[in-house]
């Protein structure tokens, strides 16, 4: 089992930053991807940014290209999501997930399936006002 602990989120105004953390804990030392999905108001989750934790690669959605920035910490287990020149549009929940992968996976489709991950925190609300 692993448990997966986000925290980070607030209130911004547009243009402002935040960093959202996700802390795991419990078999840790398996194989994972880990990705940030979210979810707006009335709107289906949808993915975001995704880490390979063994080779370091990343993935983002269009819609944060250029502004957003996944990266990892070995020691303490930990993912990051740095959030810059936020929008009204990034508003929701967000979510950390983790995906336990086997062999060598695609690095640009292990993160697409939400159906694939096995763990997920409990989530945590950005909200950006115009």
């Known amino acids: 089992q692993v448990q997966l602990v986000e925290s980070g989120g607030g209130l911004v105004q547009a243009g402002g930053s935040l960093r959202l953390s996700c802390a795991a804990s419990?078999?840790?030392?398996?194989?994972?991807?880990m990705s940030w999905f979210r979810q707006a108001p009335g709107k289906e989750r949808e993915f975001v940014a995704a880490?390979?934790?063994?080779?370091?690669?990343?993935a983002y959605a269009d819609s944060v290209k250029g502004r957003f920035t996944v990266s990892k910490e070995n020691t303490n287990r930990t993912i990051y999501l740095q959030m810059n020149n936020l929008k009204p549009e990034d508003t929701g929940i967000y979510y950390c997930?983790?995906?336990?992968?086997?062999?060598?996976?695609?690095?640009?489709?292990?993160?697409?399936?939400?159906?694939?991950?096995?763990?997920w925190g409990q989530g945590t609300q950005v909200t950006v006002s115009s």
């Open positions: 419990g078999r840790t030392s398996q194989y994972y991807g």
């Open positions: 880490i390979d934790w063994r080779r370091g690669t990343t």
């Open positions: 997930k983790a995906q336990l992968l086997i062999g060598n996976p695609s690095a640009t489709t292990w993160y697409l399936t939400e159906n694939n991950y096995n763990y």
